[in-house]
């Protein structure tokens, strides 16, 4: 008996914070999401009332433009994003990982470092790289006759891209090659028994044994990019392109503690939710699909 | 046997759990403290709370802790609005916890009133003292009869400007009609500068603009809203400004004081800035710019205001607030007492006064960086007193801001131009005031 209560007496501290701190604030979002207020007089001082709303506010959020845009934002640059980030990050990590690489642990540690920069940091710094004026970078393409305005409305997604690109990219690579790492050594005799060339090798061994590492990273940064605030939000101030509900957290963000509706930021949250559980599905689904199928 | 907690059974308990909790749980609502009876004043002492993120404001407030022993004002920083102040403030409310006193935009004082989040003033007698303050400040805190806070700080709209590029290099002189400006704007573009730049998706600007013009937005009926974006004051404007961005001879990749527009300006790039008159504030951390700039009244239509309102903020007593009276008492200290006024100028470095009478002592001397001019008696002053007072900020002008400044971004790059978006948005703005659970109706 009290070996069966002592797991629950042990887990108590981390259910209680986490039920606290997780779990309600999640229902009482789907709660919010749900309802709606109707208020009487100019500013509502005649009273106000919550009722229940159905679905109205995810059809509401669904509906407005700015929303979608704002998903549609976030598609392409995650679709541009991701590719970019996975592509570096792999090809990092198997140059790294060929035998005959130059300090492989410096340029480890090199390429990982931009990780330990927190994002809101990273943003400022690469931000003063973006301003025309005060950016080297600017200057440099001004002399060879190259006018690029990063911070102008259809530069600077590609302009927060790269911020992302240049934060994760190591991390994502650290990931794959503790993935390589454990590749067994048989393999890569028996490959140069065979003769394989160091391209053959990535092809046709590391390359399919990494499978779940890239899958890993994948995911992360699907969720990642469903995450986008930070480096927005902080641009805005720089940049004219960003605006109030420039991706979806933004315009959670947004409706919640500036247009004063929460009912339509807690179900803008939840579709925001449901989206990265849907899309990691998807994910894991193809990549299991593919596994078969070989 | 005794039942086992298993895993269906504690599913099925947190689904039952989760239910429960959907019905149970709806947004925050503070209650309807403008319903209940007065709060009758504290005898005894009594320690205020004020929330706010001008810098050093408890020095202001020692001041007055100093001049009597009832009332302790005590004062604690926030975050500047948007960037989560506001969000501190409302949670706490939520809450039903928070300061007596908060920091408030004046264009945001509605829209925290529809959040239940204000005591309405008039309630504890602030129309008695109505006269002390500036009409043009006072207008910005009231909604048909009722006023939602005390202003603390306003912006009358000037022109600043690199009076030694301007007026020196160019030979040109600040516009002092709008007419001017174009021509002045074009001058300017042509010798590779830009006379100001917009941060299109700012509608700040825009709407001080259109309220100078003598347009009002948002009007009061009984209990219902009337939306009038698109009479002729203000569809002058959009058609100005339609112009000018086709033209395009001004800059609209960065707004004002923005890191960009600080390096533009210094370089003599970017000739000036139509904005609040705490704006000389900033102007001053331009590089190496003092002495170089000058302070000019806003460009003029042939009718309509001599200047319009740019930012400023009020002093709310919250909704949750157990002292409202003493909370006014200080506020009408600090706000209407010369001595609270110099205050606030020297320690926490507010806009424009919102005093009636006083714009405060330092304010009376020429300023050594804008040349030696007396710009505050000679420009600002003149621009405080000629303001559009039929003005109402609506209870959404974060989310009118958000829309306008969208719509400038359209126009900026010619699909959609400012003639067409102020149409299109007052309907918009109508249904989200409609969703809102207000009564709102188009102008006819």
Known sequence: MRSRSAPWVLLAPFLVVFIGTMIV???????????????????????????????????????????????????????????????????????????????????????????????????????????????????????????????????????????????????????????????????????????????????????????????????????????LFAEPRLMQT????????????????????????????AAQAVIIAVSAFLLSAVALGISSWTEKRR | MKPRLTRRTALAGSGAAMVGGLAACAPPNPGNVNAEAVIPPTDGPVTLSYWAWLKDLQKVADIFNQKQDRIRVETTWIPGGNSGGYAKILSAVAADGGPDIAQVELRQVPEFALAGALTELNRYDFAAQADAYDPGALSQVKVGEDYWAVPQDTGPVATFYNREVLEGELGLRPPATWQEFRETAGTVSEAGKNLITLDPSDGSYLISWIMQSGAVWFRTEGDGWIVDMTGDASMRVAEFWDEILAAKIIGTGYGAF??????????????????????????????????????????????????????????AVLSTSKHPVEALEFLTWMCTDPEGIDAMIEYSGIGWSPAKDYIGETRQEPSEFFSGQNYNEEVILPMAEDQNLDWTWAPLMQRAAAIVGDGMTTAVSGEVPLVDMLPQTQTKIVQIMRDMGLDAEEAR
């Not at chain 1, 140069?192 to 399919?208: C, N, R």
């Not at chain 1, 392109?241 to 930021?265: C, H, K, L, R, W």
């Open chain 1, 25 to 227: 604030p999640i229902v009482m979002a789907i709660g919010y999401s749900f309802s709606s207020v109707e208020r009487s007089g100019l500013l509502g001082e005649g009273g106000l009332t919550n009722s229940f709303a159905g679905f109205e506010n995810y059809v509401k959020a669904l509906s407005n433009a700015n929303f979608v845009e704002s998903i549609g934002r976030m598609v392409l640059f995650g679709i541009v994003q991701v590719t970019v980030m996975i592509v570096a990050a792999t090809v990092l990590a198997l140059l790294l990982e060929t035998a005959n690489a130059k300090w492989p642990g410096f340029f480890r540690a090199t390429y990982f470092l931009p990780y330990g920069i927190p994002g809101v940091i990273a943003t400022i710094l690469w931000s003063f790289l973006y301003i025309p004026g005060l950016s080297p970078i600017v200057d440099v393409l001004g002399w060879v006759g190259l006018e690029i305005d990063f911070l102008g409305p259809n530069m600077v997604l590609w302009s927060i891209a790269n911020i992302v690109t240049w934060t994760y990219t190591g991390y994502n690579m650290l990931i794959i090659i503790a993935q390589l790492k454990a590749i067994p050594g048989e393999l890569y005799e028996a490959a140069k028994i065979d003769g394989a060339s160091g391209f053959k090798v990535a092809m046709a061994i590391q390359l399919p044994l990494i499978r779940p590492a890239l899958m890993l990273t994948i995911i992360f940064s699907i969720i990642g990019t469903l995450q």
């Open chain 1, 238 to 265: 720089m940049s004219a392109g960003i605006t109030s509900e420039y991706t979806p957290n933004m315009s959670a963000y947004a409706f919640a503690f500036q247009y004063n509706d929460v009912g339509m930021a």
């Open chain 2, 258 to 315: 923005s890191t960009p527009w600080m390096a533009a300006a210094g370089e003599g790039d970017v000739l000036a800035s139509i904005g609040g008159s705490w704006a000389d504030a900033l102007v001053q951390s331009v590089p190496d710019a003092e002495g170089k700039w000058a302070v000019a009244p806003m460009p003029t239509w042939p009718d309509g205001y001599a200047s319009g309102a740019h930012g400023g903020s009020a002093a």
